[in-house]
């Protein structure tokens, strides 16, 4: 499925897309508005965004899972690095070389995305016309 629907146009009404509501998980739709035909997308909550305000939210939810990725790769090597040192005071035949063999690929890992997070330019679309906002607006009555 695309992104966005290959025969959006003004007028065609309201069209389901590709994307998930960066907020929760509805799909969500797109609709050409006014006559510079800006799109505005909902999703089935209510949560409602312009094309700078989703990528906004879609960049801010991308780097949020990278950051939780590299901290989960990060906390799991620490723990194999204390099992580590408890299984060779422990004597644990074998357990040690697992768990160091383990803890450096995690290690290597969570560096790389470090890495790539740190690279990572995320894209920015700004608009002179005062209704396309930068953020997100709520749904409905809030």
């Known amino acids: 499925m695309d992104a966005l629907p290959r025969d959006l146009a003004p007028g065609t009404g309201r069209r389901l897309t590709g994307v998930t509501c960066p907020d929760c998980p509805g799909s969500l739709t797109v609709e050409v508005q006014g006559h510079k035909g800006h799109l505005h997308f ?4 209510g ?3 312009s094309v700078a305000g989703l990528l906004a939210a879609k960049e801010e939810v991308l780097e949020d899972r990278l ?3 590299a901290l989960a790769l990060e906390e799991l090597a620490a723990l194999l690095g204390d099992l ?3 299984a060779v005071r422990e004597c644990w035949a074998g ?3 697992l768990c160091r063999t383990r803890r450096q690929l ?3 890992h969570a560096l790389a995305l470090r890495r790539l997070i740190e690279q990572d330019r995320p894209v920015e679309i700004g608009f002179d016309d005062p209704g396309t ?3 997100q607006t709520g749904p409905p009555g809030s």
């Open 47 to 49: 949560h409602a965004y």
């Open 106 to 108: 995690l290690e290597e």
């Open 95 to 97: 357990v040690e070389t």
């Open 42 to 45: 909902v999703c089935r909550v």
């Open 67 to 69: 950051w939780g990725a």
């Open 133 to 135: 906002e930068m953020a």
């Open 84 to 86: 580590e040192a408890y």
